[in-house]
């Protein structure tokens, strides 16, 4: 039995300050990582949220498709696929689909489905897809996915800290995120054995 695992796309497998220099340039600023403590990225430079929109929909195909991918994320996520389905789920807009699925290729990403929402909610989609296991970046979903019954590993950033309830794990990298799948999956096999 394969496990579905959702992986959301942003800051989760591309880096997740790929995007601060493009802004820092744009709006005459310099802020670091370590500045950016909220995911509302109008707050941390402190301009209006309207003036953000603006700068991101002019940018947005030039940021994605340039954005680096995070260390290990393709060689684990390939690995995994061998006993996991993967299905990519994201806030992005529709308008970024074959972009992003450009980039999934181009950086040699193994290609499950890929959901584009344009919306942070993303409960309906993980249980539409009978999520497993949902791999995300983003605080404020992690504790609505995890209030929805999903199992969550956090992968750790500057503005994903707080407190975590039960059925959310923060993690640090891929390795990591790799190791916590295999454990899940070991203990799956375990509790079907025990159940035949």
Same mark, same amino acid.
């Given at each position: 039995? #394969?496990?579905?695992?959702?992986?959301?796309?942003?800051?989760? *497998?591309?880096?997740?300050?790929?995007?601060?220099?493009? =802004?820092?340039?744009?709006?005459?600023?310099?802020? #670091?990582?370590?500045?950016?403590?909220?995911?509302?990225?109008?707050?941390?430079?402190g301009i209006?949220? @309207?003036?953000?929109?603006?700068f991101y929909?002019?940018?947005?195909?030039?940021?994605? +498709?340039?954005?680096?991918?995070?260390?290990? /994320?393709?060689? *684990?996520?390939?690995?995994?696929?061998?006993?996991?389905?993967?299905?990519? %789920?994201? =806030?992005?807009? #529709? $308008?970024?689909?074959?972009?992003?699925?450009?980039?999934?290729?181009?950086? !040699?990403v193994h290609?499950?489905? *890929?959901?584009?929402?344009?919306?942070?909610?993303?409960?309906? $989609? /993980?249980?539409?897809?009978?999520?497993?296991?949902?791999?995300?970046?983003?605080?404020?979903?992690?504790? !609505?996915?995890?209030?929805?019954?999903?199992? %969550?590993?956090?992968?750790?950033?500057?503005?994903?800290?707080?407190?975590?309830? !039960?059925?959310? %794990?923060? *993690?640090?990298?891929? $390795?990591?995120?790799?190791?916590?799948? !295999?454990? +899940?999956? $070991?203990?799956?096999?375990?509790?079907?054995? @025990?159940? =035949?």
């Amino acid at each position: 039995m #394969k496990i579905n695992i959702c992986i959301d796309i942003d800051g989760t *497998v591309t880096e997740p300050y790929y995007w601060l220099e493009r =802004a820092n340039r744009h709006f005459g600023m310099d802020m #670091k990582p370590s500045d950016i403590t909220c995911y509302e990225i109008h707050s941390v430079l402190g301009i209006p949220r @309207e003036d953000y929109v603006d700068f991101y929909n002019d940018v947005c195909f030039d940021i994605h +498709y340039n954005a680096g991918i995070r260390d290990y /994320a393709a060689v *684990v996520i390939k690995d995994i696929s061998s006993y996991c389905n993967i299905e990519y %789920v994201s =806030a992005r807009h #529709k $308008k970024l689909d074959s972009l992003t699925h450009a980039w999934l290729f181009e950086n !040699e990403v193994h290609l499950g489905g *890929v959901h584009l929402l344009g919306s942070h909610y993303k409960v309906e $989609k /993980a249980r539409e897809l009978d999520c497993d296991i949902f791999i995300e970046d983003r605080y404020e979903n992690s504790l !609505e996915l995890s209030a929805a019954g999903f199992y %969550v590993l956090l992968i750790d950033c500057e503005y994903n800290q707080g407190p975590l309830p !039960e059925g959310v %794990v923060r *993690v640090y990298d891929w $390795k990591q995120i790799g190791y916590e799948i !295999e454990l +899940y999956s $070991k203990d799956l096999i375990k509790k079907e054995q @025990e159940i =035949a």
